[in-house]
């Protein structure tokens, strides 16, 4: 406005200049608003009767070239859950675990379902860098986050999600070892 009212030679090149911070600081709150938006609306599930070793599967086959090893179980994993939601987890608890480990190190990352009193477990382990003591009580807290981009509502909604299906997510992490979470899924009758 002051350059306008100053009558600036420079006039036209400002405006541009100050259109274009103008889109993309709308566009960062943009992003703000929606993952806050997304995490806020998680609980309209659709739930379904699934086996969740293919859904394990059909998401590990695409990060094939992430080391990633899924050992699927010789028996069905019925559960009854909400897809979509499943697979905001999966790909959350991996892409942390791929970004854990060391760009120096070969990535080895492995996932397993094994049957726990009621529920199946699944465990996702890695071998990065491990979770700090100081930190491993707030990772489920939202707005925390260790990386320099994002909102640190990741492993919020991964608990939010996982709550609202009866489930339970723990985990273990030593540093230079790795971290492994655990995340217990609800049987569904059909399992044999």
């Known amino acids: 406005e002051r350059t306008i009212v100053k009558d ?7 405006v541009l200049s100050f259109a274009n911070m103008l889109i993309q600081q709308i566009d960062t709150m943009n992003t703000v608003v929606s993952a806050f938006s997304n995490f806020a609306s998680l609980g309209d599930e659709k739930k379904e009767v699934l086996l969740l070793e293919d859904e394990v599967e059909r998401l590990v086959d695409l990060y094939k070239e992430s080391g990633i090893q899924f050992q699927k179980p010789d028996y069905n994993c019925f559960v ?7 697979t905001r987890v999966l790909n959350n608890i991996i892409k942390n675990g791929i970004e854990a480990i060391s760009s120096k190190k070969e990535k080895d990352i492995r996932i397993n379902i094994i049957p726990e009193n009621g529920f199946w477990q699944l465990q996702i382990k890695d071998n990065g860098e491990g979770i700090p003591k100081e930190l491993q009580e707030k990772i489920f807290e939202p707005k925390f986050t260790t990386k320099n981009s994002g909102m640190g509502l990741g492993l919020a909604m991964v608990k939010n999600i996982i709550d609202d299906f009866g489930g339970k997510i723990t985990f273990i992490s ?4 790795g971290t492994t979470f ?4 609800p049987m569904h009758e059909k399992r044999k």
């Open 80 to 86: 009854e859950i909400d897809k979509s939601h499943l």
């Open 174 to 177: 030593k540093l230079e070892k």
């Open 182 to 185: 655990y995340i217990n899924i």
């Open 8 to 14: 600036n030679p420079e006039l036209k090149e400002k």
